[in-house]
Every structure is written in C-alpha cells, then in structure tokens.
C-alpha cells in the first residue's frame, strides 16, 4: 500500500513538474501585460493628469487662492454646489423612471409576450439604438417645437389657445434622455427575468400567496441583480450625457458634464474643467458603491 | 515537432504584437515632407482639401494631412507635445490665437517667408499682434425666416424691441457656443449703450427676453436652423456664410440683414505652429493666394482678406465687407470671458 502511495506521488510530482514547464505556466499572468499596458496608457496616465490638471491655477480662481482653489470654488460656491447636486438628482429621476417604465415592460415580454412578440418588442428596443442619440435628439426637436406636431395637434383639437413652451425645458431632458436610457434598463430586467424558475413562484402561489405577495417576495428579489445593472447603467449614462442636455434643456438646467465642455469650449479654463471631471468621477463611483450595497442587501 | 517558447519569448512577443496592432492609431507627428494642418469639418473641410491643400501639394510636391477638430482640441494636442507638435499650421480663432501667442505655441509671422503678405491689409495682421494673420472672415448679423417674418428689424436693438413686444421669439447663440462672447454679449452691450467693461445692458436685455419667454440658445451652428426651420423661432444672430450657405441649398426661405450697428467681425486665424516644418510656411502662403482663396469664398460664402481677390457679383452681394463689420476688442473680450461664463450660468443658465 505504502508503494503505491509512493509510486502516485511519483506521478504527481511528475505531473506537476511538467505542468510547470508548459509555456502558459511560465506566462504566470503575463498574459494580462497587453490590457494592463492599455490601461496603464488610456486611463491611468489620462487619470493622472487630470487630476495633476485640476490642482493647477484656474482662470478665476477663488480669492485665496491655493492648491486646491478649483475644488473649493465647486464645494464652497453654493452655485456650483448646486450644479452637482442638479447632476446627481437628474442621473436618480432618470434612473427611477427607467425602472418604473422598463420593469413592466420587461415583465410583460418574458411572462406573458409570444415568442413572436418577445422578438418584435427586442427589435423596438434595439433598433433606435442603431440611430445616433443626435438624431433622436433632433427628432424630439421637432416633435416639441412650438409649432411642432404635439402643439399643432393640440391646438388643432382646441385644447390650447397658444403652443405650450415644450422645448428647452427639465421635462424635455428627462423625456429624451428615458427615451434614450430605457432600452438599457428593460433588456438587463428581461434578461435576468428570463433565467427565473417558475417553479419558484408557483409553489409560493401554491402554498398561499397572493400575486402580489409572490411578486414582492420571489420575483422582484430574484430580478434585482437584472434591474441593479440596469439602474447601473442609466445611472452612469445620464450622470455623463451632454447632447441631450444641450440640445431639449436650453439652460433650463445645469450639469457638470455642460459645464466641463462650457470650460473647454469657450472659457478655456482646463484646470476648472479637470476639477469637475475628478468630482464626476468620484461622484460616480460613490453611487456606484452605494447602488452595488443596496443592491446586495436586497438581493441577499 | 514542437516549439518551446520561454517567458521572455512570449512576453516580448506579445508587447511587440500590441505595439504593431495600436501602431496605426498613433498621432501622426509633423513631419518635414509632410506636414499636418487643421480645418472645421463639412464644407470647411472639403474647401481646405480641394483648394488650399491642392495649391500647396502643387506647389512644392508635399503633402498636407487634414485634421478635422477645432481649435481648443488643437491646441491641447501642442501643448502636449511642444518639442516634437502633431500640427504644423493652426487654424484658430482670434482670442485664442492670442491666447496661443502668448503662450509660446504659435510663432511671429515672417513676412520674407510669405510672398502674398504685401496683399494682405495690416489689420489683418495687427489684430492678432503678428501671431498669425487672418485669412477669412464672417459677420454675425440677423438671419430670419422670411415667410414668417414680414417686417424683420434693421438694428440689434430694434431686434430685441420686437422680441420683447411679443412679436417673434429669438434663437440665440448659448454660452456653450464658442463665439458667444464676441458675437451675443459684447454685441448686445456695444449695441444698448455698454461695452467691454460694462455688459450690464446686455445680460439684462437676456434676462428680459427670458422672462418674456422671447428667447432660446443654440449650442451649435446647426442648430440655430433647426430652430427656425421646427418654428421654435422666428429669427436670430447668425452668421452671414452659414445663412446663404443654407440658402444655396435650396432653403430659400432664410434671409440675412446686416444691422445698423453693424454686423459683428468673426476672424479665422492662421498661425505656424512653433518648432514645425518649414513647409508650413508654404502652406500658409497657399491660403493668401488670391486664387485658392477666391475659390474658398466661393465655397463657404464668408470672406476673404487677399485685397487682389475679386468676388463675383452673386457672391460679392452676400459678404458684407470688412470696412462695414464692427470688431470687438478681441484681447480685452478673452480676458473677460471666465467672469462673463461664470455670470450667464448663474443669470441665465448654462
């Protein structure tokens, strides 16, 4: 018995000594080199020098000045305070809406669609996404203008005297932007929905809940790594976006992203610039953190 | 047979095969038989190729690579690379070709170097402080939808008097447009009695026509057509070329006044990028052409600054001249850009 023991670990050690020499093994994580370097090159480095950036002195610096005089300009100047606070709340009303909007959506195509239907409704979904966000943003222009097809109809049915100022308002930024985002949303729900076991909620229903309860307690829980990425992404996506803001707000509202092309396009003042696009960064990565943790607590 | 690669083998493999695969997507530094140069895109872009690029290529057997982009992009990309810049000839605006100046970016024009210079008016080159010379121009005036608008006004300040008596709503440039500084905010305060150093008339004429709900803002050239085309506005400050621009295509409703006050000085700049190949000289040259620049004229419909040049009549009636275009104080209007941005986002919005 002992021999055998002995001659098996001859053979493993022989195993591992070849394993060992192959070339992957040799590699060790050599292979990652290429994407490290990438990364090193085209974050990293660009990181490293917009924040190198930012400590410069800006073109209207706060009296006092000092290292950090841009930062202090955006958190102690109510008005810029108040620009990334407008940021933040838009990025969540986008978000919440996505969610209202896209989950039953979702729902509908997994639980109840046909094959055939789910297929048309994937194709709605994707197909405006193969047109430039411009020219969707372009044709809520147009649908929004004073005398654009929602006013003209309205006052055709003699339900307004005069075209309602539609345009350059919160209320078209938020249209356009769920217009643009909500795709994001409704197929990460969908996907995660799809991989459910039915099974789950039929014995819930069995052993006596309502639908409603059923619902809250099995399928929403279940679906919450789906509508987590969703919420993810539309997060991420309206805490950046600028054409739609610049094309349907008109001024109506302030952000940092219309801020930073503000200081880069007509201020020239980089330093200002580099600060605010250090704070959106962080300021991502916070609700990043915080979405990810009540994410998990839910899901958990 | 089997090949045995060692560690060092395959890592230098992989980090020469990454460098060969992102090789193409390198900038393309300046070179001395090839020299890289800048223009707007569209029509801007194919009358750079077609005609400046052409002459120059003619000329001296190089070639001159177009960068699409615009000017704050451009001179980042020097400032990066000083010693060794991707771009030998700059096409700038006026303030940051000061700017550029100043900086060390840019260097003094040569006149030994520039055989069409001699025709080039001074002021042409004293405005830029000899950082460059201006090659083109425009003239920001009112453009308006002439079947909406029956009576357009002759004068900025008639423009706002209608505006704010409800009869027509206002597209003008945003704060986020780059030539608003020049174009809206020092025009509005030269027009209503301020000046560079008192806006004031200006930002309340804007708050004004806020209230009245008489005004919106365009971020981009486009979008100024858009606007009157949807019928979100009626008329607006815009540019002389980019209106008959539109007109020759068939969008025969725009029409284009230069106001009493007259119509506000919008210079493009050309400068020689410092440490560049001397080629860029002949480049510039190229754009001082009377020929090559009659054909840009022809093509953007703006203005050209070679005093040999001579507009045909279609043409001559849409430029408005030089002499009859207001020029704002360029140098003294960069300065006080940062506090003008800061006060439009916290009066009117970004």
């Given at each position: 018995m002992s021999g055998k023991n002995a001659e098996l670990e001859t053979m493993a050690s022989t195993i591992g000594a070849r394993a060992a020499v192959r070339p992957w093994r040799l590699m060790g994580f050599g292979y990652i080199i290429p994407s490290l370097l990438l990364l090193a090159a085209f974050f990293i480095a660009p990181l490293w020098f917009?924040?190198?950036?930012?400590?410069?002195?800006?073109?209207?610096?706060?009296?006092?000045?000092?290292?950090?005089?841009?930062?202090?300009?955006?958190?102690?100047?109510?008005?810029?305070?108040?620009?990334?606070?407008?940021?933040?709340?838009?990025?969540?009303?986008?978000?919440?809406?996505?969610?209202?909007?896209?989950?039953?959506?979702?729902?509908?195509?997994?639980?109840?669609?046909?094959?055939?239907?789910?297929?048309?409704?994937?194709?709605?979904?994707?197909?405006?996404?193969?047109?430039?966000?411009?020219?969707?943003?372009?044709?809520?222009?147009?649908?929004?203008?004073?005398?654009?097809?929602?006013?003209?109809?309205?006052?055709?049915?003699?339900?307004?005297?005069?075209?309602?100022?539609?345009?350059?308002?919160?209320?078209?930024?938020?249209?356009?932007?769920?217009?643009?985002?909500?795709?994001?949303?409704?197929?990460?729900?969908?996907s995660v929905?799809?991989g459910?076991?039915?099974?789950?909620?039929?014995?819930?229903?069995?052993?006596?809940?309502?639908?409603?309860?059923?619902?809250?307690?099995?399928?929403?829980?279940?679906?919450?790594d789906?509508?987590g990425t969703?919420?993810i992404l539309?997060?991420?996506?309206?805490?950046?976006?600028?054409?739609?803001?610049?094309?349907?707000?008109?001024?109506?509202?302030?952000?940092?992203?219309?801020?930073?092309?503000?200081?880069?396009?007509?201020?020239?003042?980089?330093?200002?610039?580099?600060?605010?696009?250090?704070?959106?960064?962080?300021?991502?990565l916070?609700?990043l953190f915080?979405?990810l943790?009540?994410i998990r607590?839910?899901g958990? | 047979m089997s090949i045995k690669l060692s560690r060092r083998q395959i890592l230098a493999g992989t980090v020469a095969s990454s460098t060969l695969a992102l090789a193409p997507f390198g900038?393309?530094?300046?070179?001395?038989?090839?020299?890289?140069?800048?223009?707007?895109?569209?029509?801007?872009?194919?009358?750079?190729?077609?005609?400046?690029?052409?002459?120059?290529?003619?000329?001296?057997?190089?070639?001159?690579?177009?960068?699409?982009?615009?000017?704050?992009?451009?001179?980042?990309?020097?400032?990066?690379?000083?010693?060794?810049?991707?771009?030998?000839?700059?096409?700038?605006?006026?303030?940051?070709?000061?700017?550029?100046?100043?900086?060390?970016?840019?260097?003094?024009?040569?006149?030994?170097?520039?055989?069409?210079?001699?025709?080039?008016?001074?002021?042409?080159?004293?405005?830029?402080?000899?950082?460059?010379?201006?090659?083109?121009?425009?003239?920001?005036?009112?453009?308006?939808?002439?079947?909406?608008?029956?009576?357009?006004?002759?004068?900025?300040?008639?423009?706002?008097?209608?505006?704010?008596?409800?009869?027509?709503?206002?597209?003008?440039?945003?704060?986020?447009?780059?030539?608003?500084?020049?174009?809206?905010?020092?025009?509005?305060?030269?027009?209503?009695?301020?000046?560079?150093?008192?806006?004031?008339?200006?930002?309340?004429?804007?708050?004004?026509?806020?209230?009245?709900?008489?005004?919106?803002?365009?971020?981009?050239?486009?979008?100024?057509?858009?606007?009157?085309?949807?019928?979100?506005?009626?008329?607006?400050?815009?540019?002389?070329?980019?209106?008959?621009?539109?007109?020759?295509?068939?969008?025969?409703?725009?029409?284009?006044?230069?106001?009493?006050?007259?119509?506000?000085?919008?210079?493009?700049?050309?400068?020689?990028?410092?440490?560049?190949?001397?080629?860029?000289?002949?480049?510039?040259?190229?754009?001082?052409?009377?020929?090559?620049?009659?054909?840009?004229?022809?093509?953007?419909?703006?203005?050209?600054?070679?005093?040999?040049?001579?507009?045909?009549?279609?043409?001559?009636?849409?430029?408005?001249?030089?002499?009859?275009?207001?020029?704002?104080?360029?140098?003294?209007?960069?300065?006080?850009?940062?506090?003008?941005?800061?006060?439009?986002?916290?009066?009117?919005?970004?």
């Open positions: 917009v924040g190198e950036m930012s400590l410069r002195e800006g073109r209207l610096p706060p009296p006092g000045g000092g290292l950090w005089q841009n930062y202090e300009r955006l958190f102690l100047d109510s008005f810029y305070f108040g620009v990334i606070g407008e940021t933040v709340v838009l990025s969540l009303v986008v978000t919440l809406i996505c969610i209202l909007m896209g989950y039953p959506v979702a729902y509908f195509m997994v639980r109840h669609a046909s094959a055939r239907l789910y297929n048309l409704i994937i194709f709605f979904l994707i197909a405006p996404l193969l047109t430039p966000i411009i020219m969707r943003t372009f044709g809520w222009q147009v649908l929004l203008a004073r005398r654009g097809l929602i006013n003209e109809g309205l006052m055709s049915m003699d339900l307004i005297s005069k075209p309602l100022s539609l345009l350059n308002s919160p209320v078209a930024v938020v249209l356009g932007l769920v217009h643009v985002l909500a795709p994001f949303m409704i197929l990460s729900i969908a929905l799809s459910i076991d039915r099974r789950l909620e039929e014995s819930a229903r069995m052993l006596g809940a309502s639908r409603g309860k059923t619902f809250l307690k099995i399928t929403l829980p279940l679906s919450m789906g509508l969703g919420a539309v997060f991420m996506l309206a805490n950046g976006s600028f054409v739609t803001l610049l094309l349907l707000g008109g001024g109506s509202l302030q952000t940092l992203p219309l801020l930073i092309y503000q200081q880069f396009n007509t201020t020239r003042d980089l330093p200002f610039a580099a600060a605010m696009s250090i704070v959106l960064l962080v300021l991502a916070v609700c915080f979405q943790r009540l607590r839910k958990a | 900038p393309a530094f300046a070179q001395a038989d090839s020299i890289v140069v800048t223009s707007y895109g569209g029509v801007w872009e194919e009358a750079i190729r077609d005609l400046f690029v052409a002459d120059f290529e003619a000329r001296t057997g190089g070639t001159a690579e177009i960068q699409i982009g615009g000017p704050p992009q451009w001179m980042s990309q020097i400032e990066a690379s000083l010693d060794n810049p991707p771009i030998d000839v700059l096409v700038n605006t006026i303030d940051l070709a000061l700017v550029a100046g100043r900086t060390g970016l840019v260097e003094k024009i040569d006149r030994s170097k520039l055989k069409n210079i001699d025709n080039i008016p001074d002021r042409f080159i004293d405005a830029v402080q000899g950082w460059g010379v201006i090659f083109d121009y425009g003239s920001a005036g009112i453009a308006y939808h002439k079947e909406r608008v029956t009576n357009p006004p002759s004068s900025i300040k008639a423009m706002i008097d209608g505006a704010l008596a409800g009869e027509y709503v206002l597209s003008l440039p945003g704060i986020s447009y780059a030539p608003t500084p020049q174009m809206l905010i020092w025009s509005l305060a030269d027009a209503l009695g301020g000046s560079v150093d008192n806006v004031d008339p200006a930002f309340e004429a804007l708050k004004k026509l806020q209230e009245a709900n008489a005004v919106i803002f365009y971020g981009g050239a486009t979008e100024f057509l858009n606007h009157l085309e949807a019928g979100e506005a009626e008329l607006g400050i815009y540019w002389d070329g980019r209106t008959w621009s539109h007109f020759s295509t068939g969008a025969e409703w725009i029409g284009y006044i230069n106001p009493e006050e007259g119509g506000v000085m919008n210079p493009v700049v050309v400068q020689k990028v410092v440490n560049s190949s001397d080629a860029a000289w002949e480049y510039i040259d190229s754009m001082l052409a009377p020929g090559p620049q009659l054909g840009f004229a022809e093509k953007v419909q703006y203005g050209v600054t070679n005093s040999e040049v001579v507009y045909p009549d279609w043409l001559k009636e849409r430029i408005t001249p030089w002499e009859d275009t207001r020029w704002p104080p360029f140098e003294a209007i960069g300065e006080a850009i940062p506090a003008w941005v800061d006060r439009w986002n916290r009066e009117i919005g970004a």
